[in-house]
């Protein structure tokens, strides 16, 4: 299957400061991504989706102010939480669709805010 | 909205045993369902997926059914090992758009 890789794996910061994932696409190219978050126990929920060259589309109840998504190429996507809270402590995930429309993910990043 | 729901939301089997998990769909539009298999702090990973114009897939110790008319799709994995402990995830998705409704999940545990 394709490869989707995203770093980091885990990130401990202070409250307040600014935290980057990076998404990408290894062997193909990705006009969409999609950014998730996941809480303990549940299912993914889809905060936002990332196209490249143009504005992120976010989903209902998302703050785009907090969650800052950067579309540069067709193999980078990246997902900024600014000025992170304990609140914001999550497990993010990303994806990248084929053009046959099926999601490949990424492993996941573990945010830890203290 | 559309929505999709997964039963049951735990299982857990003795190792050898068959499990089955379902969902039900609401968008008749659905025509793409794959399902995932997601391990503990891990990312998900598609074991297996269908698309509405068959009704069945197979690939080694896992299937998936689908019924269109009754919109729900199962996931079948026969002769389970302890390897197969996970949260299993089923998706729907339609043509033109890359959007993916998730299901609830499902915890399996294999009992050894």
């Known amino acids: 299957g394709a490869v989707v890789s995203q770093h980091p794996s885990r990130v401990i910061c202070k409250s307040g400061t600014s935290v980057k994932i990076e998404c990408r696409s290894l062997d193909f190219q990705a006009t969409t991504m999609f950014w998730y978050r996941q809480f303990p126990k549940q299912s993914l929920m889809l905060m936002a989706t990332s196209n490249e060259g143009s504005k992120a589309t976010y989903e209902q109840g998302v703050e785009k102010d907090k969650f800052l998504i950067n579309h540069a190429s067709l193999t980078l996507s990246t997902l900024t939480v600014t000025s992170a809270h304990p609140e914001d402590s999550s497990f993010y995930i990303c994806?990248?669709?084929?053009?046959?429309?099926?999601?490949?993910f990424g492993a996941g990043t573990r945010l830890s805010v203290l | 909205g559309e929505n999709v729901e997964q039963h049951p939301s735990t299982l857990s089997v003795q190792e050898g045993d068959s499990a089955v998990i379902k969902c039900t769909y609401s968008d008749s539009a659905s025509n793409y369902f794959p399902w995932y298999k997601q391990e503990l702090g891990k990312g998900p990973q598609l074991i297996i997926d269908?698309?509405?114009?068959?009704g069945e897939k197979k690939d080694q110790r896992i299937a998936v059914t689908l019924n269109k008319t009754a919109k729900h799709f199962s996931l079948h994995i026969t002769e389970t090992q302890p390897e197969d402990s996970a949260v299993y995830f089923c998706a729907t998705s339609t043509s033109g758009t890359y959007k993916y409704i998730f299901g609830t999940g499902t915890r399996l545990k294999v009992l050894a």
């Open positions: 994806s990248a669709p084929l053009r046959s429309g099926i999601q490949y």
């Open positions: 269908i698309r509405s114009n068959v």
